[in-house]
């Protein structure tokens, strides 16, 4: 176990002399219990805190700086956006926490991404990840009618970005959750509707020419979800449509298909969205027939690309 535990981990350890505490913590600990006693911890260095701390915290920790686009710009082209999404999808105004484990259980994501909080929950990472949740409990049985939803919502991720972002941007989000209708007749019709709908939204804010990538991730030689992807999108002169079949990102993650979603494809592209099924809702509802579309567009990105000249 000592191979597994870091240094800082190893020094609070060593401080409340005891080697296992974190597994006292973790699996013998009631979950009330836990967290009364982590707030009890949070307050007391809380109180402890001064202004002059929380300026040096402010200035060193890259979780708290403000965005770096300009908000006015992002609003505007958020509230245009929405408006160009079809009614078909119901938008929902997300809570900016989820239940702990959402994104590790669901995703999978390492919890290490994620911000953890003390009353067991953690920070919105991905808002397909919450709307996933939301559509499971709106589905509730295999009666309930097919769910469409939207969000727009602003996400913290605890991994570095480096030169390519800040760990907190703002994501549009889609999600088609329901049963398996037979001849992926619910995947075509979804990845139809995702796609459209994403475009369309790209279109309303910018007049760049938009590339969808498609990755079949099935193995056998049904007729592909891909058919209905192409055929969705083949009206739209400004759109172009290409099969990603060396995508390595996003198996494991993704079933059946996934997309990337390119602005100004060529050598100054840009990655603006992703999307693809996943079996989060069947995981949730324990039902093997229950299907589910996410997808996303990072709309800080997008303002940067519709405010630059080509």
Not at 75 to 85: E, G, Q, V
Not at 111 to 117: P, Y
Not at 255 to 281: A, N, Q, Y
Not at 283 to 310: F, H, I, M, W, Y
């Amino acid at each position: 176990m000592d191979g597994d535990i870091s240094a800082p981990i190893r020094r609070v350890l060593t401080a409340l002399g005891s080697d296992d505490a974190v597994e006292v913590l973790a699996e013998q600990t009631g979950g009330s219990d836990l967290t009364s006693f982590l707030l009890e911890v949070m307050r007391r260095r809380a109180g402890r805190s001064t202004p002059s701390d929380l300026m040096r915290q402010y200035r060193r920790d890259r979780f708290v700086e403000p965005g770096a686009v300009d908000a006015r710009a992002l609003h505007r082209m958020t509230a245009t956006m929405i408006d160009s999404i079809p009614s078909s999808f119901k938008f929902v105004e997300l809570a900016p926490v989820i239940p702990l484990g959402s994104h590790s259980v669901l995703a999978p994501v390492h919890q290490d991404k994620v911000v953890s909080g003390t009353r067991n929950l953690e920070v919105a990472a991905d808002p397909t990840v919450a709307l996933a949740i939301v559509a499971a409990h709106a589905r509730g049985d295999a009666s309930a009618p097919t769910v469409h939803l939207a969000a727009v919502q602003r996400i913290l991720r605890a991994q570095p970005f480096g030169t390519q972002g800040q760990p907190h941007f703002s994501v549009m989000a889609l999600l088609s959750a329901g049963r398996d209708a037979g001849h992926l007749a619910f995947e075509a019709a979804a990845i139809g509707d995702h796609l459209r709908a994403l475009v369309a939204a790209i279109a309303a804010v910018t007049g760049e020419p938009v590339e969808i990538r498609l990755t079949d991730l099935r193995a056998d030689d049904r007729p592909t979800i891909t058919d209905a992807a192409h055929a969705a999108l083949a009206p739209l002169r400004h759109v172009t449509v290409a099969d990603d079949p060396g995508r390595e990102a996003g198996r494991g993650y993704y079933r059946d298909l996934c997309f990337k979603v390119i602005v100004r494809p060529g050598p100054d592209e840009v990655e603006i969205g992703d999307g693809g099924f996943t079996d989060w809702t069947a995981q949730l509802l324990e039902n093997r027939k229950e299907r589910l579309l996410t997808s996303g567009l990072g709309l800080d990105r997008l303002v940067t690309v519709a405010s630059e000249p080509a």
